[in-house]
């Protein structure tokens, strides 16, 4: 009796995606010199991509395509030790090896991939390059890419993933396969949290718009705790400082600012979309914990400087990946939120 396999469960997938890997798999041998998986935050597709590429480095695929999961090759991805991939996300390490997030993908990493890809395999199947997320590009980073994409060696593959495809230049998008990561059913994602031991899943569900893995990070205790303070402000705009709230925000370590900015944001995003939907006489999707003080707000605010409100919050979020100052977004957000039900403030805007 042969022995068994080893646990080949690394990052495995999550019940809504199998199925799209499954027939992903099945176009291995036919699989494009580039992909681009698209679909909003939160759904899996850095899981995916990684899984994609192990399948694609595999040296004995299964007869679906998919890796076989004890081969050598299969091994070194799994170890983050592959010599024939690359993965490019916006970080940069100190000496000891910290990592740490920045805001863009700068043009030397995409010249470190393309000097990458012109390379022979280490292990004789295929290189593969991961670029997560994709949006984050700088401009001279997307033309050297583009070039590489215009121009790909034999047996290399470029997967991209993003959170906003429609951020990307058309010259890369049209030179790319794409493929679409959509929402799973509500029961599936809701049982999948369970199984990682989130209490209230439902909930987690809802606050991030039905994201599973968004929903397991805004599980997280702390994040729920900021999450509480900053509602219970919105929900009395008359009673908060908008500078108080700034000046918490740069007291934080500088590395934590913008991250910390990235949550205030994706609040106020939540809670203007469920401010509209209460105003027009619906029920709030994200914070229905929060229904009584959304009705309350309703009452109140206008409908038209509402939606110029979550227009502006949707451009600031695209600027996130760009130097900024977290304080002074953070405070003006806050006071135009205030201009909505207080008509001194609003003159100033």
Known sequence: MSASPPDTTWEALAPWQQTLASTLFATRERWPHAALIGGR????????????ARSLLCETPRDDGSACGICTSC????????PDLRLIEPVTYDED??????????????RELT???QLSSHRRVAKVGVIVPAEVLNPAAANALLKTLEEPPPATFLLLVSHQP???PATIVSRCRRISVVDPRPAIAAAWLAEQGIADAHGALALAGGAPFLALSLADPQIQRGRDRLLALLARPEQFSPLAIGATLEAL??????????QVLYWLLTWATDLAAVASGGAPHFH???REALGDLAARVARVPLFRYYQTLLRQRTLLAHPLQPRLVAEALLF??????????????
């Open 166 to 168: 429609g951020r990307l």
């Open 115 to 117: 000097a990458f890809v």
């Open 97 to 110: 090896g910290g990592a740490q997030r920045v805001d863009s993908i700068g043009v030397d990493r995409i």
């Open 336 to 349: 135009e939120y205030q201009s909505l039900f207080i008509p001194s403030i609003a003159s100033a805007f």
């Open 41 to 52: 935050e939160g759904l899996g597709k850095r899981r995916l991509a990684m899984h994609l």
């Open 288 to 290: 229905p914990d929060r």
């Open 75 to 82: 091994h070194l991805v799994q170890s983050a030790s592959h």
């Open 253 to 262: 370590p500088k590395d934590e600012r913008v991250p910390a900015l990235g």
